[in-house]
Every structure is written in C-alpha cells, then in structure tokens.
C-alpha cells in the first residue's frame, strides 16, 4: 500500500487562536506516537497568524483511516470545528 499524505488549513474564529494551538500542542504528541504516523508538523501563518496549517505522512490511507478514527483526532477535530470559521479544509494526497 504507497504511503499518503494529508495537508489541511484552518482559519481562527477571532480571538480563537490560542485555543487552537492547544489543541495542536495536545494532539501532536498523541498523533506522533501512532506507529502508521511517519510525521506531523503544524504550521501557522506568517502575513495572517490566524491561518493554521497541518501537513502528516502515513504508512498508507488505512493507516490515515484508523487514525481519523482514533478518540484524540475525533476530540481534536470536534474542538477545531468549533474555532475555526469554515468548513473542515483538508485533502489526502500521494507525492508525485
């Protein structure tokens, strides 16, 4: 099975962004320790601190599966929906 990737993007409600790196700071650990996970960085916006950015590689989409259904991605993924101001942005994708 090739390997996946996964990039998403969040746009802070005002005033949600330091929520939101708390809940980046509670589940990158969590998500690292996944034996699928090869790796995961958060990123954050230089020109608009409000713009949050998640890029992981995972040993292969059943991979990235079982990990969308792990509880720490659904409780992280309920809170960020509640801080963010649009619809959930993400895209799994293969290098090419």
């Given at each position: 099975?090739?390997?996946?990737?996964y990039f998403a993007r969040f746009h802070a409600r005002p005033g949600a962004e330091p929520?939101?790196?708390?809940?980046l700071e509670e589940v990158t650990p969590q998500t690292r320790r996944e034996p699928a996970c090869?790796?995961?960085?958060?990123?954050?916006?230089?020109r608009d601190p409000s713009w949050f950015y998640v890029h992981s590689r995972w040993m292969s989409e059943e991979?990235?599966?079982a990990h969308a259904a792990e509880?720490?991605?659904?409780?992280?993924?309920?809170?960020?929906?509640?801080?963010?101001?649009?619809?959930?942005?993400?895209?799994?994708?293969e290098r090419l």
């Open positions: 099975m090739p390997e996946i990737e929520a939101i790196l708390a809940a090869i790796s995961v960085a958060f990123y954050r916006g230089l991979a990235f599966d509880s720490h991605t659904v409780r992280f993924v309920e809170t960020m929906e509640a801080l963010i101001d649009h619809a959930w942005d993400g895209a799994r994708v």
